[in-house]
C-alpha cells in the first residue's frame, strides 16, 4: 500500500523555488498497476520519486507499507528501497563488468547475502524472464529488450512488493516494449503494485488506473482496460 | 572563441571552484619546483663564474698541484721562462670567523712580488690602501678587509678579527679598508687579503702556494707556453688554460646539476598529469554542452582550441602563484645547492637567489606550455564527441580501453633492454637503462592494473563486500585515465623508493666501513667535525701536544691531500698505519682486504708502498702487485699497490701510504685531523675533556671538535642526509601534486558514473556502501602505483649503484632492499589515495538521487 498525503516537493528556495508536485494525495492498493501519464515536466517523475523514497516530500506525508518516508533516516529509506521496492528504468543501467547473473543479483549482495545462493536466485528469475542461457553474458552482449528484462529480472530479485517502472519500454521498439510490458503485468499478477511512468496513451491503457498529471497535480483519475475505478483526488 | 571563453568556460571554472583550484596548484607547485631548482642551478652556475673570474683574473694559464700545493720555489724558474709577461704566487682559502660566526675568503698575496695580479688597486682614489707598506708585510697579523665586510661587523681601522688558523684561534688587526668591487665584491663581499707569508704560517702552507698566476707575454704562443710550463714544473703540477678551470668545476658537479635537472622536471612533468586530469575532468562533465557546442558549429580544432585556452587561461595565476611559492622554495634549493658545493668543490658563498627576467618569462613560458600540452589529449578526446550520441544522453565513461596486452608486451621488451650488458659500465647506458625501465613500466601499466584487479577481486569482495568488487571494477573500466593517475604516482613512488635505496645502501655501506675502520674511541678536528673542505689543519706540534694529553695512548695522525695519477685526481692518505694497525688488531677492526694479503703491522711503514680503496684501483686501472707512481717534490715514486680495501673516503678514491714516508718525501708534517686512542681504563670524557683544554679551545667559542668516534660516524649518516634533503623535500612534492591528481580523477569517476551511483542507490545501496566503492577506487589506483613504483624505484637504485655511481665514483654499493621506506611510502600513497577519494565519495552520496537523474 502506497499513501500520499497532501505531498508538495519544491526543488530549491525563496521565490526561484519550482513545485514539482503539489497537494498531491493518492492512495495505490496492493496488487494495482497504476499507470502515470503526463507531458514533460508535469511532475510525474517526481511523483515516482516519491513513491519510492528516493525523495522525502517538502510537505504532507509518504506512507509505504505504514513506513513515513520523511521520518525516516537515509540508511532505513535505502533498505526500504532495496526490500520492498523494485526499480526498472529506461535506460536499463546494468553494471557492464558483471554478467547478466551478477546484475540481477546486485541488490542481494548489497543486502549483505552471499554469492552462492544469490546466484543461483538471478539464475531462476533470468529463466522466467526467458533469459535463462544468458546468465553468463555480461551487458554488451545482450539486446536492448534483453537489457530490460535482466533489469526487470534485478527488481524481482528481492521479491518486493512494489515495483516501480520510469519509461520501460521508452528506449526499446514496440514488440520487445510489448513483451516487457507482459512481464509486468504477470508481476501484477504475481500480487505486486506496479506503478509504470509513461508518456504513451497506449501503454498508459494497460494499467488498471490511470493517473493524469499536469503542473505538479493530479488532474485525471480514471479506471483502465483492466482496472476498477478512481481513488484518488 | 574569445566570447566562448568568456561565457562558457569561465563560468563553467568558477562553478567548479575545486577543480580550477586543482589545475591552478598542480601549475604552482610544478613552476615552484622549477624555479627553485634553476635558481640554484643558476646560483651554482653565478657561483663557478665569480669563482673563476676571481681565481683565474688577468691570468692567462694557472699552475695548481695537488698534495699540500705548488712548491713557492717553482716561482722564479716559472718567471724566468721565455713567453712569460708576470707570475706571481698565492694562496686562497676559506677561514672561519668563530666570534663574528661567519667565515670568508681569505687571499694570501705577494706584495713584494709581482703585483700585476694583485686583487685590488694599491691606490683608490686618492687614497692610500695600505698606508705603511713595508709594515704591512712585516706584521704577520695585519689584514685588509673589504668595505662590505667591515661596515656589516662595524669594523675600522686597527679592528681585531679573530680567525680560525692552524694553531687555533688568532687575532688579525686591519691595516686598510678595500672597496667593494673586483676582487673584494666576490664571495659576497667577505674578503680578508694578508701578505702570502702571514697566510702560509697561519694556515700551515709551509713553502707552498695555492697557485701560480702566469700571464704570458704579448704575441706569446700559449699552448706552447703551457707545454714548456708543464715540462718545467713536472708531472705532478697541472699546468692549464685559465678558463679551463671553470669547466672541471662544472664537470665536478655535474651529477649535482643532473639530480636538480631531473627533479625539476619531474616535478613539471607530475604537475602537468595534474593538469591532464583537471581538464579531463572537465571534459567528461562538459560532455553534453559540447555535443551543443558542435551540433551548433564549432569545429573539432576549435573545441580543442578551447579546452587548451582555458588550461593556458588557469595556468597564468598559476604560474603567478608558482613564481612566489618558488622564490621562497629557491632559498632554501639554493642554500643547500651552495653548501654542498662549498663543501665539496670551491670556496662559494652562500647568495640569496634572485628571479632574473629571464627565469620569469621561462616560467610563464613553461606554465603556459605545460599546461597546454597537458589539456590537449583531453581536448582532443572532448573534440572526437559525436554530437548525436551526447545530446541524446548516452553514457559518458570511456568506450575504449588501452589495448593492454600489446602495450605489455612493448613494455616487458624496453624492460628487458635496460638489463642488456652494453647498458653497464657508462654513464650514458646507465641512464638509457633507466629511462628504458620507467618507459617500460609505463607501457605495462594498463596489464599491471588489470593484473592486480584479478587478484585482489575475490579478496576485496570477501572483506570490503560486492562496494569493494565494484570499486576495483571501476578502475579496469576507466583504464585509460586509471593509467594515467597510476603512472604520475608511480614515477613519484619511484623516485622516493629508488632515492631511499640507494641512500639506504650507501648508509648502510658507511656505517659498517666507518665503525670497522673507526677503532680509535676520539676524533680531534679543527673548524668542522669532519675533514671536509671547512676543517682548518693543527700543527704537527698541536698534534703532539695531544699525543701527551693524560689517558692518551696513542694517536693516528691524518694527512688528506690531492695527487693526480695518470691525469686522474684522487685522494692521497697519509696515517700512521703502525697506530692503527695495532689498535685494530687490539680491538677488532681495521682495513676490510678485498685484494692482497691481509695487513699488518709493518707492512706499508718499513718499505714505500701503498694501499688503494676499491674505487682508486678501479679509477686508476691498477691491482695488487702494480705500482703507482705519485710525485713529491722530491721527485716521482713508484709505491707498489700492497692491497686493495673497501674505503669511501672519497668519491674520486683514495690511496692510503704510511705518515713517516709522506713527510719525508713532502715535506709537509701538517695534520688535519687525529684519532686518539684512550688507555685502558682511563675515562673517555675526561681525556676528550683534556684534549679540549690542550689546544685551546676550550671556551665560549669552541673551535676545536673532539667527538667520540660513535657520534661521528652518525654525524656523517646525518649529513649525508642533509645533502639530499631537498631531493627529499621534492620527492614529496611531487607525491603531493600526484595525490591531488587522485582527487581530479575520482571527481571525474564520480562525475561520469553519476547515472550508475544513482542506481546503486535506488536498488538500495547504502550511502556508505556507494562512498565504499570509490574510496575502495581510490585506494586500489594507490596501490597499483605503490606496486609498480615500488617495483620501478627498486629497479632503478639497482641500476643507479650498479652503473651511474660505479661509473661516477667507482664505488660499488652492496645494494639495500629498502623494505621500510618501500613500506612506508607504499602504505602513505594506499591510505592518502584513498583519503582523496573521500571527498569526492562525499560528494557523491550528499547529491539528491531520482530515476530522472539515473536515467539522464
Known amino acids: 500500500m502506497i499513501t500520499l498525503e497532501n505531498v508538495s516537493r519544491r526543488y530549491g528556495s525563496g521565490p526561484k523555488a519550482v513545485a514539482a508536485v503539489h497537494d498531491v494525495s493518492l492512495s495505490i492498493e496492493p496488487g494495482s498497476f497504476v499507470t502515470v501519464v503526463g507531458a514533460s515536466g508535469s511532475g510525474k517523475t517526481t511523483l515516482l520519486n516519491l513513491m519510492g523514497a528516493l525523495h522525502r516530500p517538502t510537505s504532507g506525508r509518504v506512507l509505504i507499507e505504514d ?83 535482466v533489469a526487470i529480472a534485478r527488481a524481482l530479485m528481492m521479491d518486493p512488493p512494489i515495483l516501480l517502472a520510469d519509461e520501460p519500454t521508452g528506449n526499446l521498439d514496440s514488440a520487445t516494449g510489448a513483451t516487457i510490458l507482459e512481464l509486468l503485468r504477470g508481476a501484477v499478477q504475481a500480487h505486486r503494485t506496479v506503478v509504470l511512468i509513461t508518456h504513451d496513451a497506449a501503454i498508459a491503457r494497460r494499467g488498471t488506473r490511470i493517473v493524469t498529471m499536469a503542473d505538479g497535480r493530479v488532474v485525471g483519475d480514471e479506471v483502465g482496460d483492466t482496472g476498477a475505478g478512481p481513488q484518488g483526488k | 572563441m574569445l566570447s566562448l571563453l568568456r561565457e562558457i568556460s569561465l563560468r563553467h571554472w568558477l562553478r567548479t571552484p575545486l577543480r580550477s583550484l586543482l589545475v591552478v596548484l598542480g601549475i604552482t607547485l610544478g613552476i615552484a619546483l622549477y624555479v627553485a631548482t634553476e635558481a640554484a642551478a643558476g646560483s651554482m652556475t653565478a657561483a663557478f663564474g665569480e669563482f673563476v673570474a676571481r681565481v683565474s683574473g688577468r691570468a692567462d694559464l694557472t699552475i695548481e698541484a695537488g698534495g699540500p700545493g705548488v712548491p713557492g720555489e717553482l716561482l722564479s724558474s716559472v718567471a724566468d721562462t721565455k713567453g712569460v709577461a708576470h707570475a706571481a704566487c698565492s694562496v686562497e682559502l676559506t677561514a672561519q670567523a668563530p666570534e663574528l660566526h661567519t667565515s670568508l675568503l681569505v687571499m694570501g698575496v705577494d706584495f713584494l712580488g709581482d703585483l700585476h695580479f694583485l686583487p685590488f688597486a694599491v691606490q683608490e682614489g686618492d687614497r692610500t690602501v695600505i698606508q705603511d707598506p713595508l709594515a704591512f708585510v712585516n706584521d704577520p697579523t695585519a689584514l685588509l678587509v673589504s668595505r662590505s665586510f667591515a661596515t656589516r661587523h662595524h669594523l675600522g681601522q686597527g679592528g681585531r678579527v679573530q680567525l680560525l688558523t692552524t694553531d687555533g684561534p688568532k687575532d688579525f688587526f686591519i691595516r686598510g679598508v678595500l672597496e667593494d668591487s673586483g676582487a673584494a665584491a666576490s664571495f659576497g663581499g667577505q674578503v680578508a687579503v694578508m701578505f702570502i707569508d702571514a697566510a702560509q704560517v697561519s694556515f700551515a702552507r709551509g713553502m707552498f702556494v695555492d697557485r701560480i698566476d702566469v700571464a704570458g707575454a704579448p704575441g706569446a704562443d700559449l699552448d706552447d707556453l703551457q707545454a714548456r710550463l708543464q715540462k718545467l714544473v713536472g708531472g705532478g703540477v697541472r699546468v692549464e688554460r685559465s678558463a679551463r678551470l671553470g669547466t672541471r668545476l662544472r664537470s665536478l658537479s655535474e651529477p649535482l646539476a643532473a639530480a636538480l635537472w631531473v627533479s625539476g622536471f619531474l616535478a613539471l612533468l607530475v604537475g602537468g598529469f595534474l593538469v591532464y586530469n583537471a581538464v579531463g575532468v572537465a571534459v567528461a562533465q562538459r560532455r553534453r554542452e559540447v555535443g551543443v557546442l558542435r551540433a551548433l558549429g564549432v ?33 632554501y634549493s639554493t642554500a643547500t645547492t651552495l653548501d654542498a658545493l662549498d663543501r665539496l668543490y670551491a670556496s662559494v658563498p652562500q647568495a640569496v637567489p634572485h628571479l632574473t627576467p629571464v627565469l620569469i618569462l621561462q616560467s610563464i613560458a613553461t606554465g603556459l606550455l605545460m599546461a597546454v600540452l597537458a589539456a590537449y589529449l583531453p581536448a582532443r578526446r572532448a573534440a572526437s564527441v559525436d554530437p548525436a550520441i551526447v545530446i541524446r544522453g548516452a553514457a559518458s565513461v570511456e568506450a575504449t580501453a588501452p589495448p593492454a596486452r600489446r602495450l605489455l608486451v612493448i613494455g616487458l621488451s624496453l624492460m628487458l633492454l635496460a638489463w642488456l650488458p652494453v647498458m653497464r659500465g657508462s654513464r650514458f647506458g646507465g641512464a638509457l637503462a633507466i629511462t628504458l625501465t620507467v618507459l617500460g613500466a609505463a607501457f605495462s601499466t594498463p596489464a599491471a592494473v588489470i593484473g592486480l584487479r584479478a587478484l585482489l577481486v575475490r579478496p576485496v569482495e570477501a572483506l570490503l563486500g560486492v562496494p569493494g568488487r565494484l570499486g576495483l571494477d571501476y578502475v579496469q573500466r576507466t583504464l585509460g585515465r586509471s593509467t594515467v593517475n597510476v603512472l604520475a604516482l608511480m614515477v613519484a613512488v619511484g623516485m622516493s623508493v629508488s632515492v631511499g ?195 685551546g679551545g676550550h671556551g ?28 627529499r623535500a621534492v620527492e614529496i612534492m611531487t607525491l603531493l601534486i600526484a595525490l591531488m591528481g587522485v582527487v581530479g580523477t575520482m571527481a571525474a569517476a564520480v562525475i561520469d558514473r553519476k547515472r550508475e551511483i544513482n542506481m546503486l542507490r535506488a536498488i538500495g545501496a547504502t550511502p556508505g556502501q556507494v562512498a565504499r566503492a570509490i574510496i575502495v577506487e581510490a585506494g586500489f589506483l594507490g596501490f597499483c602505483a605503490a606496486v609498480a613504483g615500488i617495483a620501478v624505484g627498486m629497479i632503478e637504485c639497482q641500476i643507479f649503484l650498479g652503473t651511474l655511481l660505479a661509473a661516477q665514483t667507482g664505488w660499488h654499493l652492496d645494494f639495500v632492499l629498502p623494505v621500510a621506506a618501500a613500506a612506508r611510502t607504499g602504505a602513505l600513497v594506499v591510505a592518502t589515495s584513498a583519503l582523496a577519494g573521500a571527498f569526492p565519495a562525499w560528494r557523491a552520496v550528499r547529491s539528491e538521487i531520482g530515476a530522472t537523474s539515473v536515467d539522464e
Open chain 2, 501 to 695: 635505496g640507494w641512500l639506504a645502501s650507501l648508509e648502510r655501506s658507511i656505517t659498517s666501513w666507518a665503525a670497522q675502520v673507526g677503532v680509535a674511541d676520539l676524533a680531534v678536528t679543527q673548524g668542522s667535525m669532519v675533514m671536509d673542505r671547512r676543517h682548518v689543519p693543527f700543527s704537527a706540534a698541536a698534534a703532539e701536544r695531544v699525543e701527551h694529553v693524560r689517558g692518551i695512548a696513542g694517536i693516528e695522525r691524518f694527512r688528506m691531500v690531492d695527487q693526480q695519477v695518470k691525469g686522474t685526481t684522487f685522494r692521497l692518505v697519509a696515517t700512521d698505519t703502525d697506530t692503527f694497525m695495532r689498535e685494530a688488531e687490539l680491538r677488532g677492526g681495521g682495513w676490510r682486504v678485498v685484494e692482497g694479503e691481509p695487513l699488518r703491522k709493518g707492512d706499508l711503514s718499513t718499505h714505500p708502498s701503498i694501499v688503494l680503496s676499491e674505487n682508486a684501483a678501479r679509477l686508476l686501472h691498477v691491482k695488487v702487485g702494480q705500482s703507482i707512481t705519485l710525485t713529491s717534490p722530491k721527485g716521482e715514486v713508484a709505491f707498489p699497490v700492497r692491497a686493495v680495501i673497501v674505503d669511501y673516503t672519497s668519491e674520486s678514491g683514495a690511496g692510503f701510504i704510511d705518515r713517516r714516508h709522506y713527510a719525508e718525501l713532502w715535506g709537509d708534517d701538517v695534520v688535519d685531523g687525529i684519532f686518539a686512542f684512550v688507555a685502558k681504563g682511563a675515562d673517555i670524557d675526561a681525556a676528550a675533556e683534556a684534549i679540549q683544554v690542550e689546544l
Open chain 2, 299 to 331: 569545429t573539432r580544432r576549435g573545441t580543442v582550441a578551447l579546452f587548451c585556452a582555458e588550461a593556458a587561461l588557469l595556468a597564468l595565476p598559476g604560474t603567478f602563484l608558482g613564481l612566489l611559492l618558488g622564490q621562497r622554495l629557491s632559498i
Open chain 2, 700 to 727: 665560549a667559542v669552541s673551535t676545536v671538535f673532539v667527538t667520540k668516534t660513535q657520534a661521528l660516524q652518525q654525524h656523517i649518516v646525518q649529513t649525508l642526509r642533509q645533502t639530499f634533503s631537498y631531493s
Open chain 1, 67 to 149: 513506513a513515513d518516508v520523511g521520518l525516516l533516516s537515509e540508511d532505513a529509506r535505502s533498505v526500504l528501497r532495496r526490500t520492498r521496492i523494485g526499480f526498472v528504468f529506461q535506460f536499463f543501467n546494468l553494471l557492464p563488468t558483471l554478467t547478466a547473473a551478477e546484475n540481477v543479483a546486485l541488490p542481494a549482495r548489497l543486502a549483505g547475502q552471499s554469492r552462492g545462493p544469490t546466484l543461483q536466485r538471478a539464475h531462476a528469475l533470468l529463466q522466467s524472464v526467458g533469459l535463462g542461457a544468458r546468465s553468463t553474458h555480461r551487458p554488451d552482449e545482450l539486446s536492448g529488450g534483453e537489457m530490460q528484462r
